[in-house]
């Protein structure tokens, strides 16, 4: 290797070493947590106070502006807080970046030619945002599996005479994460004053589920035009949780077409990396020739049509 690869490598292995060591703690980010959702209230321009909440996309003042102006930095930091993780938007570019170089140097290093060398950089910048959308899935299932549950104890506490925002203060407290900390969030805003429909739209954005859209639409038609909540809350956990079953049995059906996808995907790169250590220089002649290099072009079109074509075959609208 070249110096300038050496010096590359250590200085992306001693930046993520120092991001990783300072990552607060889940106490400290507990704690930061309560104050933020205590100091609301700030100063306006003119004298005025309102509430309001300042989210910080970077510690670094001039990305943290250029982040603002941008269009995908709320959307993105939406995306973080729905996966429950503690990072920043600017965090999450710097660890993209860094993915990128090294992915770079790795490429550059094993396919010293043309552009293919720049194709594990690129998919290494994305696994970021892949492990963002994996955190973000698994949070939602476990939503979905504790929907049922929550609705039959707001069922309960109604009948028990509790008033709505007492019953879901009541399953903030006996439910666990992500389902009680977001439920919580409903009932400080309603305290707050927030009208019933926005609280409700709010949870929607913060989890966009149909079976949560299922819930949303119950309690709004039944403010609208009255009637037992309770027992509507009753027959919605029965429709939710026969949801649950369904898309479990669909899982099991299409775990054997999902796991065939994966493999046909993963084997070609896992191959090629085994072939190139046992045998090094083994696939110089298909990249330093130029109709290697189209077959190669062909290849990658070609897997990224059967991936989303089998992504279609096993998945099940219901």
Known sequence: MSLITIFLILLVAVFATVAFFTEPSQDYRRTRERLSGLDRYVALAGGEEGITRQVTFSSIPSLDRFLRHSKFAPKLQLMLEQAKLSWTVGRFVFFS???????AIA?????????????????????????????????????????????????????????????LVTVAEEMSDPLGPEFRRVADELNYGLPFREALHNLLLRIPLPDLQFLVSAMLVQKETGGNLAELLDKTAAVLRSRVHLRQKVRVFTAQGRMTGAILM????????????????????????????????????????GFFVIRRIVRVKY
């Open 107 to 167: 490429g550059n290093w094993l396919i010293p030619v043309g552009f293919v060398g720049w194709i594990p950089a690129v998919a290494a910048a994305f696994l970021p945002f892949i492990w963002v959308l994996y955190k973000r899935g698994a949070r939602f299932q476990r939503f979905d599996s504790q929907l049922p549950d929550a609705i039959d104890l707001i069922a309960r506490a109604l009948r028990a005479g509790h008033a709505l925002p007492s019953a």
């Open 97 to 103: 970046a860094c993915m990128f170089v090294v992915g």
């Open 266 to 305: 993963a084997l070609p790169f896992v191959c090629f990396v085994i072939l190139n250590i046992v045998r090094p220089g083994y696939a110089d002649p298909l990249f330093q020739n130029e109709i290697g290099r189209k077959l190669i072009y062909g290849t990658l079109i070609s897997m990224t049509v």
